[in-house]
């Protein structure tokens, strides 16, 4: 075994299965899978993980390797913390909805972080960020791109990860939520789900301002889901609806979850959350209460200062966040 694959193995190491937990709901037996009990805390650990092992055992990544890539935020987490532990170079290339605490944690973890400021042509940052890590794919030696929004490995994770874990722990399932961004999660999740519970629906769950599902793009604010691109991975995933939020209905749906729940989460859990409990909320449940399921992809502590604070969610999103009624009405 060479030195990259034993500590591959270490790194498989900690992962554990995440919890599924039920969260008490008005209108569905639902539960939550906690993604941000990851090892760096959250859901993009499976993929970057599983990216890294195909590209070490194919050979496209060696100790000389320096791994770029484009990430608003835990996918470069979870790759600097993978990448110092191979002993492997990682250049993550950021933009400015990355939060603070995410970007001292990366420049701290890399010898460089590459951050752009201009907003592309579709008003988000994707595009500036694809084309520096290209620019640094020309001019690094030995540089490897793993392209999240394209890398079958990433949905590979989660059909064999997440949705393995789901399936030896659910017996039937009818409704699974998953926001979308890379698609990674949509792609891998959906077919697997489908093909242990083929009566599931799966709603995918999408931002204002995102490409993915035909809408007019326009400038988000919280990192996590959305694109500015449509990410070839979608066309692959098994999606029977799509909920579009707003970031300030994810704003509401993170705080209605943790006063209902306790469960402290970040935006994209939010919107998804949110996206839930307007597709269900005029659901006659005279004929039983339906089984669903959402994804906590990443705690709230790196959102604290946005998400959870009302002067930025003001400033930032004008909205107002001490409302009793928030999402479920
Ligand atoms: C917190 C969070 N939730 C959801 C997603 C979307 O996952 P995917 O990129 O697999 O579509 C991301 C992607 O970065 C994320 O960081």
Request: with cysteine; net charge negative.
């Amino acid at each position: 075994m060479t030195a990259l694959a034993h500590r591959l193995d270490e790194i498989e190491r900690s992962f554990s299965p995440t919890p599924l937990v039920p969260v008490a709901d008005e209108k569905v037996d639902l539960h939550a899978k906690l993604e941000f009990c990851n090892p760096t805390g959250s859901s993009k650990d499976r993929s970057a993980f599983w990216i890294l092992k195909r590209a070490v055992e194919r050979g496209e990544i060696t100790s000389s390797t320096t791994v770029v890539e484009s990430s608003s935020g835990n996918f470069a987490i979870s790759m600097s913390s993978f990448c110092r532990a191979l002993g492997v170079e990682f250049v993550p290339v950021i933009d400015p909805n990355c939060n603070a605490a995410t970007e001292h944690y990366l420049r701290a973890a890399c010898d460089r972080v590459e951050k752009v400021t201009e907003r592309d042509s579709s008003g988000g940052f994707l595009l500036s960020r694809l084309a520096r890590v290209r620019e640094l794919e020309t001019a690094l030696p030995g540089a490897y791109w793993p392209n999240q929004y394209a890398n079958a490995d990433a949905a590979e994770a989660h059909f064999l990860l997440t949705g393995g874990e789901i399936a030896g722990t659910l017996g039937s399932l009818d409704y699974v939520f998953i926001g979308v961004s890379t698609g990674g999660t949509v792609a891998g999740l959906s077919q697997r789900l489908k093909k242990e519970f083929p009566q599931v629906k799966v709603v995918a769950v999408d931002t204002e301002g995102s490409v993915i599902f035909g809408r007019a793009p326009q400038a988000r604010k919280l990192p996590g889901l959305g694109s500015s691109i449509v990410p070839p991975l979608v066309a692959t995933a098994e999606i029977d609806d799509v909920v579009i939020v707003s970031e300030h209905e994810a704003v509401l749906g993170c705080r209605a979850l943790l006063r209902r729940s306790g469960l402290f989460t970040g935006g994209s859990t939010g919107s998804t959350y949110a996206a839930m409990q307007r597709y269900f909320a005029d659901r006659d449940n005279s004929a039983g209460r339906p089984s669903a399921l959402f994804l906590c992809a990443d705690r709230g502590t790196a959102y604290a200062e946005t998400v959870y604070n009302d002067t930025w969610v003001a400033e930032a999103l004008g909205g107002e966040t001490r409302t009793s009624a928030t999402v479920a009405g």
